[in-house]
């Protein structure tokens, strides 16, 4: 089994940075991709940045593309979102987790996903 835990959410105003950081554990941490997905009240879950279990594919949606940067420390165990520029848009539970089987890509099909952590808050205000 594996187990994920989020940090560094919290409240910012509009324009600034947080850094989410995806510490894992029960798992062979650098043989598989992992993703930041979030959700905000009374909206679907998106997927919001991908990494494969290299660090060397990586997928950004539209809506962060160019703010955020998603990263992975293989050594440490832990994947990472840099937010910058941020916005009251922005505003969501924000969720990593890591990807069912191994591979060499990534994928934004939430089902392709095994193991969910239990999300951080990050509010951006106006």
């Known amino acids: 089994q594996v187990q994920l835990l989020e940090s560094g959410g919290g409240l910012v105003q509009a324009g600034g940075s947080l850094r989410l950081s995806c510490a894992a554990s029960?798992?062979?941490?650098?043989?598989?991709?992992m993703g930041w997905f979030r959700q905000a009240p009374g909206k679907e879950r998106e997927y919001v940045a991908l990494?494969?279990?290299?660090?060397?594919?990586?997928l950004y949606s539209d809506s962060v593309k160019g703010r955020f940067t998603i990263s992975r420390d293989n050594a440490k165990l832990t994947v990472y979102l840099q937010m910058n520029s941020l916005k009251p848009e922005d505003t969501a539970v924000y969720y990593c987790?890591?990807?069912?089987?191994?591979?060499?890509?990534?994928?934004?099909?939430?089902?392709?996903?095994?193991?969910w952590g239990q999300g951080t808050q990050v509010t951006v205000s106006s």
């Open positions: 029960g798992r062979t941490f650098s043989s598989y991709g």
């Open positions: 987790a890591v990807r069912s089987s191994r591979t060499f890509g990534v994928s934004f099909y939430q089902d392709d996903y095994a193991y």
């Open positions: 990494i494969s279990s290299s660090g060397y594919n990586i």
